[in-house]
Protein backbone atom coordinates (compact mmCIF):
# COMPACT_ATOMS: atom_id res chain seq x y z
CA UNK A 1 0.00 0.00 0.00
CA UNK A 2 1.32 3.24 -0.83
CA UNK A 3 1.84 5.97 1.40
CA UNK A 4 3.00 9.77 0.96
CA UNK A 5 4.68 11.37 3.67
CA UNK A 6 5.18 15.38 4.05
CA UNK A 7 7.72 15.19 1.30
CA UNK A 8 6.22 13.31 -0.83
CA UNK A 9 3.31 15.78 -0.01
CA UNK A 10 5.48 18.79 -1.26
CA UNK A 11 6.42 17.46 -4.58
CA UNK A 12 2.72 17.59 -5.51
CA UNK A 13 1.00 20.63 -4.19
CA UNK A 14 2.25 23.87 -4.39
CA UNK A 15 1.25 24.45 -0.66
CA UNK A 16 4.33 25.40 1.39
CA UNK A 17 4.61 25.99 5.54
CA UNK A 18 2.52 27.22 7.33
CA UNK A 19 -0.02 26.52 4.84
CA UNK A 20 1.01 23.01 4.15
CA UNK A 21 -1.85 21.36 6.55
CA UNK A 22 -1.46 17.67 5.68
CA UNK A 23 1.12 15.65 7.08
CA UNK A 24 0.24 12.33 5.62
CA UNK A 25 -1.73 10.50 2.62
CA UNK A 26 -2.52 6.37 2.96
CA UNK A 27 -5.20 3.98 1.88
CA UNK A 28 -4.82 5.51 -1.67
CA UNK A 29 -7.57 4.09 -3.86
CA UNK A 30 -6.36 5.44 -6.90
CA UNK A 31 -8.52 8.74 -8.04
CA UNK A 32 -10.83 7.35 -5.56
CA UNK A 33 -10.10 7.72 -1.69
CA UNK A 34 -7.69 7.90 0.63
CA UNK A 35 -7.01 8.56 4.33
CA UNK A 36 -4.92 11.61 5.29
CA UNK A 37 -3.19 12.79 8.43
CA UNK A 38 -2.99 16.55 10.01
CA UNK A 39 -1.28 16.83 12.75
CA UNK A 40 -2.63 19.43 14.46
CA UNK A 41 -0.23 20.84 17.53
CA UNK A 42 0.36 23.20 19.98
CA UNK A 43 2.25 25.30 18.07
CA UNK A 44 0.21 25.16 15.14
CA UNK A 45 0.30 29.39 13.60
CA UNK A 46 -3.75 29.72 14.05
CA UNK A 47 -3.65 28.60 17.59
CA UNK A 48 -2.25 32.28 19.42
CA UNK A 49 -4.83 34.27 17.91
CA UNK A 50 -7.88 31.81 17.90
CA UNK A 51 -8.37 31.89 20.30
CA UNK A 52 -6.29 32.59 23.33
CA UNK A 53 -6.48 30.46 26.33
CA UNK A 54 -9.06 27.85 24.75
CA UNK A 55 -7.19 26.82 20.93
CA UNK A 56 -9.73 25.83 18.47
CA UNK A 57 -8.46 24.52 14.44
CA UNK A 58 -10.34 27.19 12.85
CA UNK A 59 -13.19 25.49 10.75
CA UNK A 60 -12.26 26.81 7.19
CA UNK A 61 -8.68 24.94 7.87
CA UNK A 62 -10.31 21.43 8.54
CA UNK A 63 -11.85 22.32 4.98
CA UNK A 64 -8.55 23.69 3.52
CA UNK A 65 -7.61 20.52 4.82
CA UNK A 66 -9.81 18.29 2.96
CA UNK A 67 -9.27 20.11 0.00
CA UNK A 68 -5.28 19.58 0.14
CA UNK A 69 -6.32 16.03 0.52
CA UNK A 70 -8.38 15.32 -2.17
CA UNK A 71 -5.42 17.64 -4.54
CA UNK A 72 -3.31 15.38 -3.50
CA UNK A 73 -4.95 12.17 -3.77
CA UNK A 74 -6.14 13.52 -7.58
CA UNK A 75 -2.31 14.78 -8.18
CA UNK A 76 -0.82 11.64 -7.10
CA UNK A 77 -3.11 9.63 -9.11
CA UNK A 78 -2.78 11.61 -12.53
CA UNK A 79 -0.22 10.61 -15.28
CA UNK A 80 2.67 12.94 -14.17
CA UNK A 81 2.53 14.17 -17.74
CA UNK A 82 -1.23 15.16 -17.27
CA UNK A 83 -1.17 17.16 -14.17
CA UNK A 84 2.59 18.86 -15.13
CA UNK A 85 2.03 22.64 -14.70
CA UNK A 86 -1.56 22.66 -13.19
CA UNK A 87 -2.45 23.68 -10.27
CA UNK A 88 -6.05 21.95 -8.20
CA UNK A 89 -8.15 24.94 -7.04
CA UNK A 90 -10.81 25.09 -4.67
CA UNK A 91 -14.50 26.13 -6.70
CA UNK A 92 -17.24 25.57 -3.77
CA UNK A 93 -17.91 23.93 -1.09
CA UNK A 94 -21.63 22.78 -0.61
CA UNK A 95 -21.76 21.60 2.80
CA UNK A 96 -19.65 21.65 5.73
CA UNK A 97 -20.46 20.60 9.46
CA UNK A 98 -18.26 21.08 12.12
CA UNK A 99 -19.58 18.66 15.37
CA UNK A 100 -16.97 18.97 17.93
CA UNK A 101 -14.23 21.24 17.92
CA UNK A 102 -10.53 20.24 16.79
CA UNK A 103 -8.71 21.02 19.96
CA UNK A 104 -4.58 21.33 19.41
CA UNK A 105 -2.16 18.71 20.32
CA UNK A 106 -4.22 15.79 18.10
CA UNK A 107 -3.85 13.62 15.08
CA UNK A 108 -6.75 14.65 12.68
CA UNK A 109 -7.57 12.06 10.22
CA UNK A 110 -9.69 13.38 7.14
CA UNK A 111 -11.22 10.06 5.26
CA UNK A 112 -12.00 11.51 1.58
CA UNK A 113 -13.46 10.40 -1.16
CA UNK A 114 -14.15 11.15 -4.96
CA UNK A 115 -17.64 11.17 -5.90
CA UNK A 116 -17.70 11.81 -9.41
CA UNK A 117 -15.64 13.78 -12.20
CA UNK A 118 -16.20 15.41 -15.14
CA UNK A 119 -13.47 16.55 -17.40
CA UNK A 120 -11.50 18.93 -15.30
CA UNK A 121 -14.09 19.33 -12.61
CA UNK A 122 -14.34 16.85 -9.48
CA UNK A 123 -17.00 16.97 -6.53
CA UNK A 124 -15.61 15.30 -3.34
CA UNK A 125 -16.92 14.47 0.49
CA UNK A 126 -14.86 14.14 3.77
CA UNK A 127 -14.97 13.15 6.98
CA UNK A 128 -12.66 14.51 10.19
CA UNK A 129 -11.85 12.49 13.05
CA UNK A 130 -9.77 12.59 16.21
CA UNK A 131 -9.97 9.60 17.87
CA UNK A 132 -12.59 7.79 16.14
CA UNK A 133 -14.85 10.43 16.85
CA UNK A 134 -16.64 12.50 13.92
CA UNK A 135 -15.35 16.00 14.05
CA UNK A 136 -16.71 17.64 10.74
CA UNK A 137 -17.85 16.62 7.21
CA UNK A 138 -18.00 18.36 4.24
CA UNK A 139 -18.73 18.08 0.58
CA UNK A 140 -16.62 20.35 -2.02
CA UNK A 141 -15.71 20.78 -5.77
CA UNK A 142 -12.17 21.74 -6.93
CA UNK A 143 -10.92 21.92 -10.71
CA UNK A 144 -7.73 21.46 -12.33
CA UNK A 145 -6.04 24.19 -13.94
CA UNK A 146 -2.92 25.47 -15.91
CA UNK A 147 -0.53 27.34 -13.83
CA UNK A 148 0.08 31.10 -15.27
Not at 33 to 49: E, W
Not at 56 to 62: N, S
Not at 87 to 111: S, T
Request: hydrophobic letters at 45%; aromatic letters at 8%; glycine letters at 6%.
Amino acid sequence: MVKLNKKDIINLLPHREPMLLIDELYDIEKLFSATAVVNVKKDSFFVQGHFPGQPVMPGVLIVESFGQAAAALTAHGLDKSTYENKLVFLMGVEKARFRNPVIPDCKLILKIEAIRSHGRVWKYKGEAFVDDKKMADAIWSATIVDKK
